[in-house]
């Protein structure tokens, strides 16, 4: 059983798209997470929701909007899509807050033309 | 602003030796400091955590060492195998904070 998943785990897509990323956890976990991560590797949180509510959201352009129909799926979509758009988004969840493990998905690799 | 600073940015040892990568941070309220690895084509996983209370903490081949004084820990990786070859994040968190704050990551390679 996969604990964090997600689809698709690829995505090409041209310039100017919109699209939409889906994630879902079986571990029961009440927080859910997004993360960009860039070619260079570093891991940029962009939101976090605790159950369904959104506590955290960073700096992130608002072509970006998250969604999380229930404690369980947290989907992310994106509008107007740029080519610095391009990165592995991995969705994460967690029990509770700082002080716990963090469990990834496998990440989707987003690639815009 | 990045609130864990991490070196180096790359490292390549023999099998057998001793990988070394080190953390500071700044914010004094953290307390809570996790370490994950990443695999190429894959998420990041927990690999061993440590609290400030602690200075040393060590798991099979795996230790943190923690100097709360100077705000620096560091993970050191004994007798390191191909198999380790992978990114280290650090990263550090509030108790009651939900935000994680990563290292900018190390790539570690062991060459055979």
């Known amino acids: 059983d996969t604990a964090v998943s997600q689809t698709p785990k690829y995505l090409v897509t041209q310039m100017g798209n919109d699209k939409s990323i889906k994630c879902e956890q079986n571990?029961?976990?009440?927080?859910m997470y997004w993360y960009k991560q860039d070619s260079k590797k570093f891991l940029k949180i962009m939101f976090s929701?605790?159950?369904?509510?959104?506590?955290i959201n960073e700096t992130v352009p608002n072509r970006f909007s998250p969604k999380s129909p229930d404690k369980a799926h947290l989907n992310l979509h994106i509008n107007s899509l740029e080519l610095g758009d391009s990165a592995v988004y991995f969705c994460?969840?967690?029990?509770?807050?700082?002080?716990?493990?963090?469990?990834f998905g496998p990440g989707t690799r987003l690639l815009v033309l | 602003q990045q609130q864990v600073k991490q070196s180096p940015q790359s490292l390549i040892v023999q099998k057998g030796g001793i990988s070394i990568i080190n953390c500071a941070y700044e914010?004094?309220?953290?307390?809570?400091f996790p370490w994950y690895q990443q695999f190429p084509g894959k998420g990041p996983a927990l690999l061993i955590t440590?609290?400030?209370?602690?200075s040393e903490k060590k798991e099979g081949r795996f230790t943190i060492s923690f100097n709360k004084s100077a705000k620096q820990f560091s993970l050191h990786i004994m007798d390191s195998q191909p198999g380790d070859s992978a990114t280290y994040f650090c990263?550090?968190?509030?108790?009651?904070?939900?935000?994680?704050?990563f290292g900018a990551g190390t790539t570690v390679t062991v060459r055979a």
């Open positions: 440590i609290r400030p209370d602690v």
């Open positions: 990263a550090a968190s509030m108790r009651n904070d939900y935000k994680l704050s």
């Open positions: 929701y605790n159950n369904k509510e959104l506590i």
């Open positions: 571990l029961g976990h009440d927080t």
């Open positions: 994460a969840s967690s029990s509770a807050g700082g002080a716990e493990t963090q469990y």
């Open positions: 914010n004094t309220a953290f307390d809570y």
